[in-house]
Nanobody
Framework: QVHPVESGGGLVQAGGSLKLSCTAS????????MGWYRQAPGKQRDLVAV???????NYADSVKGRFTISRDNAKNTMYLQMNSLKPEDTAVYYC??????????????WGDGTLVTVSP
């Protein structure tokens, strides 16, 4: 199993923007639900946003209107555009992928995470 690869994290000032990317393995021939979760120090991992295979989306209340999730199925890639970032958005952001491989395996895989730090 190959974990999805996240990129785009970093340090940004409050009010700034970042765009995260998550690319799933080409072993997946069908991707269903994809999502972003985040975990701040000392806290549990929480949902940020999810997108289904039909492009239906759902967001945590804390990010509605500021974050946008999208996907490019041709590239097996999902994105999270984060605008108007706040210090409380600081966390490790994890990619979640659910789909079917060419081996006809149904898998749910997490990425290793990418750190987003928002300074005041």
């Amino acid at each position: 199993q190959v974990h999805p690869v996240e990129s785009g994290g970093g340090l940004v000032q409050a009010g700034g923007s970042l765009k995260l990317s998550c690319t799933a393995s080409r072993d997946f021939t069908r991707l269903n639900v994809m999502g972003w979760y985040r975990q701040a120090p000392g806290k549990q991992r929480d949902l940020v946003a999810v997108i289904t295979g039909a492009d239906s989306t759902n967001y945590a209340d804390s990010v509605k209107g500021r974050f946008t999730i999208s996907r490019d199925n041709a590239k097996n890639t999902m994105y999270l555009q984060m605008n108007s970032l706040k210090p409380e958005d600081t966390a490790v952001y994890y990619c979640y992928v659910e789909g079917t491989t060419w081996r006809m395996e149904d898998l749910e895989i997490w990425g290793d995470g990418t750190l987003v730090t928002v300074s005041p």
